[in-house]
């Protein structure tokens, strides 16, 4: 008698940490029905709180969406047309979306090929580019990719020395830190993502700006709600709908008692691939003095490497796996005419081609994950 077949491997096992803390949702979601305050309840004042105690920051707003989050933030550095923003094609669309929402120049700048976060020097290629095509440079936008960090010092550095403004993209990175600082307090505002694969995932969009200027704070609250100044009905700029839901932040809450005992086992669990792929893949590279929270594990197929012959072969063994980005921002047809630091980004257009994500979430077995391991290696 044939054995039978096994059960596909979650790529992110979000039911597994639900049974961890089911009944404390409940009993939050319960709570938010009770009082019905569904828009601001004190659920959301409560969860900044706690947002910012944890990173370290001064201010955290939470907000409807990590897009959101970065576009309020531009929004209140009066970004408009003729301006420049500079950030890495290897990212989610976001990242440049809300650049172009007001208008500006999105120019493009390459990254590293170990990080894959933004190469300073094709920073600084970018930034006379732009200069040379009449754009006049006023922001940067790092992401911190997968969950590490990106180099904030030296493109602080740079910044500083051009006279621009640092927002970090930090949709994937919440909870990692770099040189013993978390994320949230390494630029000017950080924006993060509370989607829910991501590591502090909600079970709906949500976000949160976090920033040290209390004048950006009050700005990025006004903003979050139509521009409000004594009142909702006293309209002192343009804004938006912006806020997050009270049951969203009421569920963050509960995760967010877990979600340090989640990093820590996102890195057990990520030091295990790379001890058992280090020898048959390029394994992914957390500079010294930086902590990842691994958003994704993605690792850098051979040259010759067949990716989608790979896929598929593990997917016929119920492992999954996931290309985050085969077409890179830069090569996209919404942005096309947007600018590209020297002509071309030939490290972005690298990894597009040779990245490949693996299953990784903190409730990963052992036994679950030496069966990715060997339905990769297998398929190699």
């Given at each position: 008698?044939?054995s039978?077949?096994?059960?596909p491997?979650?790529?992110?096992?979000?039911?597994?940490?639900?049974?961890?803390?089911?009944?404390?949702?409940?009993?939050?979601?319960?709570?938010?029905?009770?009082?019905?305050?569904?828009?601001?309840?004190?659920?959301?004042a409560?969860?900044?709180?706690?947002l910012?105690?944890?990173?370290?920051?001064?201010?955290?707003?939470?907000?409807?969406?990590?897009?959101?989050a970065l576009?309020?933030?531009?929004?209140?550095?009066?970004?408009?047309?003729?301006?420049a923003?500079?950030?890495?094609?290897?990212?989610?669309?976001?990242?440049?979306?809300?650049?172009?929402?007001?208008g500006?120049?999105?120019?493009?700048?390459?990254?590293?090929?170990?990080?894959?976060?933004?190469?300073?020097?094709?920073?600084?290629?970018?930034?006379?580019?732009?200069?040379?095509?009449?754009?006049?440079?006023?922001?940067?936008?790092?992401?911190d990719?997968?969950?590490?960090?990106?180099?904030y010092?030296?493109?602080?550095?740079?910044?500083?020395?051009?006279?621009?403004?640092?927002?970090?993209?930090?949709?994937?990175?919440?909870?990692?830190?770099?040189h013993?600082?978390r994320?949230?307090?390494?630029?000017?505002?950080?924006?993060?993502?509370?989607?829910?694969?991501?590591?502090?995932?909600?079970?709906?969009?949500?976000?949160?700006?976090?920033?040290?200027?209390?004048?950006?704070?009050?700005?990025?609250?006004?903003?979050?709600?139509?521009?409000?100044?004594?009142?909702?009905?006293?309209?002192?700029?343009?804004?938006?709908?912006?806020?997050?839901?009270?049951?969203?932040?009421?569920?963050?809450?509960?995760?967010?008692?877990i979600?340090?005992?989640?990093?820590?086992?996102?890195n057990?669990?990520?030091?295990?691939?790379?001890?058992?792929?280090?020898?048959?893949?390029?394994?992914?590279?957390?500079?010294?003095?930086?902590?990842?929270?691994?958003a994704?594990?993605?690792?850098?197929?051979?040259?010759?490497?067949?990716?989608?012959?790979i896929?598929?072969?593990?997917k016929?063994?119920?492992?999954?796996s996931?290309?985050?980005y085969?077409?890179?921002?830069?090569?996209?047809?919404?942005?096309?005419h947007?600018?590209?630091?020297?002509?071309?980004?030939?490290?972005?257009?690298?990894?597009?081609?040779?990245?490949?994500?693996l299953?990784?979430?903190?409730?990963?077995?052992?036994?679950?994950?030496d069966?990715?391991?060997?339905?990769?290696?297998?398929?190699?």
């Open positions: 008698m044939s039978a077949p096994l059960q491997v979650p790529f992110v096992d979000l039911g597994a940490q639900k049974l961890r803390i089911r009944d404390r949702v409940d009993a939050a979601i319960s709570a938010v029905l009770d009082h019905g305050q569904f828009i601001m309840g004190p659920e959301v409560e969860l900044e709180s706690q910012a105690a944890h990173c370290g920051a001064s201010h955290a707003i939470a907000c409807s969406s990590g897009t959101d576009a309020m933030v531009l929004m209140a550095k009066n970004v408009r047309p003729g301006q923003i500079f950030c890495p094609a290897f990212t989610f669309v976001a990242t440049a979306e809300v650049v172009a929402w007001l500006a120049h999105v120019w493009f700048v390459d990254v590293d090929a170990d990080t894959f976060n933004m190469d300073p020097a094709s920073l600084e290629t970018a930034i006379a580019d732009a200069r040379d095509a009449g754009h006049e440079p006023v922001g940067v936008i790092p992401v990719l997968f969950g590490v960090p990106a180099d010092d030296a493109v602080s550095k740079i910044a500083s020395r051009e006279g621009l403004w640092v927002l970090g993209d930090g949709a994937q990175s919440y909870g990692a830190r770099y013993n600082r994320v949230g307090t390494l630029a000017m505002a950080t924006a993060t993502s509370f989607f829910p694969a991501k590591p502090l995932g909600a079970y709906g969009d949500g976000g949160a700006i976090f920033t040290d200027d209390a004048e950006l704070a009050e700005v990025l609250r006004s903003i979050l709600f139509h521009g409000k100044g004594a009142n909702q009905y006293d309209n002192v700029r343009v804004g938006m709908t912006g806020r997050i839901d009270t049951m969203q932040a009421a569920i963050l809450i509960e995760k967010l008692r979600f340090d005992d989640e990093i820590e086992a996102r057990r669990i990520a030091a295990r691939y790379t001890s058992l792929l280090k020898n048959h893949v390029a394994t992914p590279v957390v500079p010294e003095g930086l902590q990842s929270v691994w994704q594990y993605t690792i850098k197929l051979p040259e010759a490497a067949d990716r989608d012959a896929q598929t072969r593990m016929n063994e119920g492992v999954p996931a290309v985050y085969a077409k890179p921002l830069h090569r996209q047809d919404a942005y096309s947007h600018g590209i630091a020297g002509g071309e980004l030939p490290v972005t257009d690298m990894l597009a081609g040779s990245v490949l994500s299953p990784m979430h903190p409730y990963l077995d052992d036994e679950t994950q069966r990715v391991v060997n339905a990769l290696i297998v398929a190699l």
